[in-house]
């Protein structure tokens, strides 16, 4: 028996509650985990507290990181005693989650744990940190060199964002933040590199195809129009690695930007990202990320403090990382 924080639906309400389990009832995979971290960030908090329609099935496990031990494997690639990481995948959507003492998953989805990283650091990184680091690869592949000119950085403060910087600045690029808070998260930008903070204000407004070109690159984790205001002033054969859609679905922009300036839009899709490629991600990111990233604001907390501290990270009351010792 293990415990595992289970969600279940009740008259249309999402009911979160810490109970015993055992592994005939983990759903199919081939290689069973221990698993020591999982983490808590703003979708995690939005399933168990049922704001946001995240869950697809119940019951269901949510968290969707985990690290942890190999405990058993069907498959060669992994042996019992093997440290692994797991991001994405539709954990904790629609397959079993980080949430659990153990989880049964399929070893396509595992990458060993990178040399230099704990598992709990591997947590703090998370999904949001190999998003930003596919992102960064992405600028790189698009010819963007530190020289190239300024990387915008759209919703610095959250966990692409702020990895992204990290990132940048190790590579020697110079960086600008955009926020919403610059006074409460001004100065951790400033001490994860970002030499200049911008207000969200100014990249929410109605805006035209073409402005001036600004920036030599960006990432944008927001999307919609504050997408369409970076793509709009990117400089000429420019290119920015788009990740996120809290702002919405629609991308008010024309085609100007793209024929007349040819800057270049990718798509980052970490689940999507093939395994190999995935494996490289977390590899650069364990050399790439200086050991202050670490020391910044994290908060580990048990399994039964999830739920409160989901109420609280929805509610916009948590800062810095949240990371669940199991």
Same mark, same amino acid.
């Given at each position: ?5 289970i ?8 009911l ?35 704001k ?11 968290g969707i ?8 494997s ?16 539709g954990v904790?959507?629609?397959?079993? &989650?980080?949430?659990a ?10 990458? $060993? #744990?990178? @040399?230099? !990283?704990s598992? *709990?650091?591997a947590m ?16 790189i ?9 300024d990387i ?7 966990g692409?964002g702020?990895?992204?910087i ?5 590579l &020697? ?12 998260n001004? $100065? #951790?930008? @400033?001490? !994860?590199?970002? *030499? ?10 109605t805006t ?12 944008d ?5 504050v997408l369409?205001?970076v793509?709009?002033?990117?400089d ?7 990740c996120g859609?809290? &702002? ?14 040819n800057v270049?839009l990718q798509?980052i899709?970490s ?5 190999e ?6 590899n650069k ?6 050991q202050?990233y670490f020391e910044?604001?994290c ?14 990270i ?11 010792e199991?």
């Amino acid at each position: 028996m293990f415990s595992a924080l289970i969600l279940r639906q009740e008259q249309n309400q999402t009911l979160a509650g810490i109970e015993q389990t055992d592994e005939s009832q983990l759903p199919p995979g081939d290689v069973l985990i221990d698993v020591d971290y999982s983490s808590l960030n703003y979708k995690d908090g939005l399933a168990i507290t049922g704001k946001g329609k995240i869950i697809r099935n119940f019951p269901m496990v949510p968290g969707i990181d985990l690290s942890g031990t190999v405990a058993h494997s069907d498959n060669d690639r992994y042996q019992a005693g093997d440290k692994v990481v797991l991001t994405g995948w539709g954990v904790g959507e629609n397959h079993w &989650g980080g949430m659990a003492q153990r989880a049964r998953l399929k070893s396509d989805w595992l990458v $060993p #744990l990178p @040399e230099g !990283l704990s598992g *709990k650091q591997a947590m703090m990184v998370g999904t949001a940190g190999l998003t930003a680091m596919l992102c960064v690869e992405a600028l790189i592949d698009a010819g963007i060199q530190p020289d190239s000119g300024d990387i915008l950085v759209t919703g610095a403060s959250g966990g692409v964002g702020s990895v992204a910087i990290t990132l940048l600045s190790q590579l &020697g690029y110079q960086v600008s933040a955009v926020t919403g808070r610059i006074e409460q998260n001004g $100065p #951790l930008l @400033e001490t !994860l590199g970002a *030499k200049r903070i911008i207000d969200r204000s100014e990249f929410e407004q109605t805006t035209r195809p073409l402005e001036k070109q600004v920036w030599a690159g960006a990432i944008d984790t927001v999307g919609s129009k504050v997408l369409a205001k970076v793509l709009s002033q990117v400089d000429y054969n420019g290119a920015v690695a788009a990740c996120g859609l809290a &702002g919405g679905f629609d991308l008010p922009t024309t085609v100007m930007p793209f024929i007349l300036r040819n800057v270049r839009l990718q798509g980052i899709d970490s689940v999507m990202c093939p395994t190999e490629k995935r494996i490289q991600a977390w590899n650069k990111l364990a050399k790439l990320l200086p050991q202050s990233y670490f020391e910044q604001a994290c908060t580990e907390i048990k399994l039964e403090q999830a739920p409160n501290y989901a109420e609280d990270i929805t509610n916009g009351k948590v800062t810095g990382r949240v990371v669940i010792e199991l």
